[in-house]
């Protein structure tokens, strides 16, 4: 497997996989289609808060080019990762 150190998305997807994989270890009569919509349901909470975040990083002086030139970090990233939060606390961790 490849390291995924500096890929938040990556880890992202990584944990959502684990998370459903340890859900039908937990139950053997649950369905794969079950698995895959919780993974759709969790992949859309977290496409929803990142683009609310993004949102509010668009108003912010220090967005420049989809970077926070506060932090340094690439909003795509960092605003989908549920615990990271704004370096001015314009949004929290959820």
């Not at 220090?62 to 340094?72: A, I, P």
Request: aromatic fraction near 8%; hydrophobic fraction near 35%.
């Amino acid at each position: 497997m490849y390291p995924l150190n500096n890929c938040p998305g990556g880890v992202m997807v990584a944990t959502l996989v684990l998370e459903a994989s340890a859900e039908r270890r937990g139950s053997s009569s649950l369905p794969w289609g079950t698995i895959m919509n919780t993974l759709e349901e969790k992949y859309i909470k977290i496409k929803n808060m990142a683009a609310r975040r993004i949102e509010i990083c668009k108003t912010c002086e220090y967005f420049y080019l989809h970077t926070c030139r506060k932090c340094g970090c690439l909003l795509a990233a960092k605003t989908r990762i549920k615990s990271s939060a704004c370096p001015l606390e314009k949004w929290m961790p959820e």
